[in-house]
Structure formats: C-alpha cells, structure tokens
C-alpha cells in the first residue's frame, strides 16, 4: 500500500467517511503509521498509529493499563506540556483508579431516573422547532433547527440560564470546530503560533462562568444536574471546585457537538436510503435499531487517542511506550469481521455492536440522555414531514474529531398542523 495513505487530515473528514481508506488499512495494516502534517496554521506532530478494526479498537478503549487516557490526554493533537496537568483534571483524561472516583459520584446522580424527568421538555422543544420549519417546505437542518436543539437539552439537564446559552455555543465552537475556518478565529500566542483552544488560557472565562453557576446551585439548588453535581456525596465523597468546573466543561463540550451532529448526519444516511426510510415510516417500532443503525453509519465522534503506557503489541505491531495510538470509530462501525456485510443500511440491524459511544471504562455517560434526544427528535420530524428529502449535499465539519454536518439543505411538502381540518 502507499506510504501516503492519510487518515489524520481533518479535511479528509468534510468528503465524508473514507471508507476505502478504512477498508485498505483494516484489511492490510490494521495497526498503521501516521504522519501528523502540518494543517494550515498548526504544526507537525510526532504521529501515531491508527487502529482500525473493531477488535483491536474495543482492546484498546478496553485496556486502560496499557492505554492511557492520562499520559497524553485524549485528542490527536499533543497538548501543550505546560497545560497537560490542568487538563489531567478532567473525567475523560484520567485512568484507573482515578477515573473511578469522579465516575461513580457522576453516574450516581446522572441516573436514567434523572434524565427521564427531562423527555417531556425534549419532546416540546423538538415539537416547536420542526413547527417553524414545516409550512415552510425546505431549510437547511443544522441552521434553523438541530444546533439549537441539543444546546438547550444540555442547558436545561445542566440548569444554565436561558440568557448565557449563546455564550455556551460560542465555546463549543472555539473547542471543537478550531479545524474549521467557518468556525475557527485562530488565537496566537507571543510566539506567533497558534494557542490549542483547549488550553486554560483559552478557557478562563469558561471556567469562571462554572464557578459562578455552581456557587448559584449551591445557594439556591433547582431540580438539575448542576445542583445535584455541587451538592452530591458518594460514598462520603464530594465533587471539589475545580472537579465541578471540569466537569460542567466536559460535559458542555461533550454533550453538544456530538449529538448536534448525530441529528443531521443520520438523517443524512436515513434519507440517502430511501427503502429503509419508507420502512420506517411505516413501522414505527423500527426507530430505536433505525437510530442505532444511523449512529453507526454516521459516527458523530470520529478518533480518540491513548497513549501506550509500555511497549505493547496489538495486531502484529509492536507499539512503544510513550507512542500515540488513535482510534477510529468510523473504521471500526464498519468493520467485515464484525459487522455482516456492513455497507448495507439496514434499520432493524441486531446486534448493532457500534463503537460510536466507545467502550471500557470511558465509556459515554450521556448515551442515555443522546439516545432519548435523537428518538425523540425524529418521531417529531419523520412523521410530522414524511416525504422530507435531500436538497442538496450536507457541508460536512473540517475534523478529524467531530463528524459535523454544517449545512443540509432539505425539502418537503408542507404538513397540515395537527387539528387542522
Ligand atoms: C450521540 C451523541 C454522543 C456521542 C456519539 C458520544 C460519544 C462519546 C464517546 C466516544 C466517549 C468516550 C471517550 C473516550 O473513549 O475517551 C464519550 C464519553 C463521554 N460522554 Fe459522550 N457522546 C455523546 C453524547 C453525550 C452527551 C449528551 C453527554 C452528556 C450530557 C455526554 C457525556 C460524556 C461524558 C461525560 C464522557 C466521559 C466519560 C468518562 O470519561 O468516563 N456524551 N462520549
């Protein structure tokens, strides 16, 4: 195979899945060598190996004492040495048993019980938002209704005021879309280099806000995440200050992109099949396998990276301490071994053994509160609008973390509000 097979390039990413690229690496390096090129404005990095099939991404995701969270952080890109032990404090960043810790004071207030309580208001919001497009006829689904779905989910589980919510998306922005230049205002350091939006200088307002909000929550407590989290005690243990500042940011940055991009990019999928979109609509009890199936074919996180904590060997191929290892969700979903024949669409797949929550001790803690948000908002929009169709192609995200759909021109035939005669 060639020597430039590519699959770090966050510009690869707004093509689309690189399913041939994928399937060559899977089928013949399974364990393969990346450059990290220069992109744009930022520099070259040491490179990494990316892991591409479903057994060896589960092994790794699996096995946080040869795969460290810690070491590196989580993203592709290095962190910055000096920033290395602030962002550490992170949930996501942490190995066992550390991890542990903060995981079971989190899990034992974010419960199902907990999220349930929040359906009713999802269900509204969806209800309102498609409302505003339907006598319309077309739009372009990102922009007039899913960013702003998954935004104000999040803030009202989270309890943050209706007026600080354009500031949250502003954030988000900064973080996750710095590949995009839709997106990304690069800010520079004095050395004139590009300064990684995850670094605390980047996020002193951020975590301020935090502060202010969980001291709010303290004061006067309010039937939300924010206060169980600031005034929770497992096993004798509370969240501390800095935890909680973490945490709201994490939880910020990890449960916004992802599910504003699951909505459109299944839908993507979905409409691009128009069998299996008839199916559905006419069996409605398909939706929950429909989603599934949807968040395998459109991954809304696309790598994770560990770090090896010694010299290990997956798939034939020694890897060396202290060497990056990236795993990529997309490669895996579509996985031959795993998955019989994976490039059909099919909405009532079972088993539906998708990565795109991850797997092992990192494994996603919103999925519950991701999955009631995307059934609920294609029950509104798939029967509220059943002839809706593709106007155009989708405009995808500049990513190599984050599968965006910016733009998704849509169309429609107007539906009759329920009631009218
Ligand atoms: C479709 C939507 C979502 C997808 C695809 C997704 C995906 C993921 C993935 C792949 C991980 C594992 C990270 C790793 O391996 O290091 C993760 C972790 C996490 N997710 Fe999600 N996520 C979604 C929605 C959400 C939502 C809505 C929330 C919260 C409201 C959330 C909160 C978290 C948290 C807190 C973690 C870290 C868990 C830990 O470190 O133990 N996610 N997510």
Known sequence: MSTTVNVFDPRIYAQGIPHETYRLLRDHHPVRWQEEHEVGDWPAGPGFWAVTRHADVVRVLRSPSEFSSWLGATQIRDPDPADLSFIRRMMLNLDPPDHGRLRRIVSGVFTPRRVERFAAGIATRARLLIDEIAERGECDLPVDVTDDYPIHNLADLLGIPLTDRGQILEWTNRVIGYQDPDHATVERGPDGRPVNPRSPAMLKDMFEYAHALAARKRREPADDLMTALATAEVDGQRLTDPELSMFFFLLVIAGNDTVRSALPGGLVALLGHPGQHRRLLDDPELLDTAVE???????????????????????????????????????????????PDPMRFDIARRPNDHVSFGDGPHVCLGARFARLQLRTFYRELLWRLPDMRLAGPPERLVSNFIGGVKHLPLRYTPAPRLGAA
């Open 293 to 339: 199936e949807m968040l395998r074919w459109h991954p809304p996180v696309l790598s994770f990276r560990r770090t090896a904590v010694r010299d290990v060997v997956l798939a034939e191929q020694p890897i060396a301490a202290g060497e990056k290892v990236v795993v990529f969700h997309g490669a895996a979903n579509f996985d031959e071994r795993r998955f």
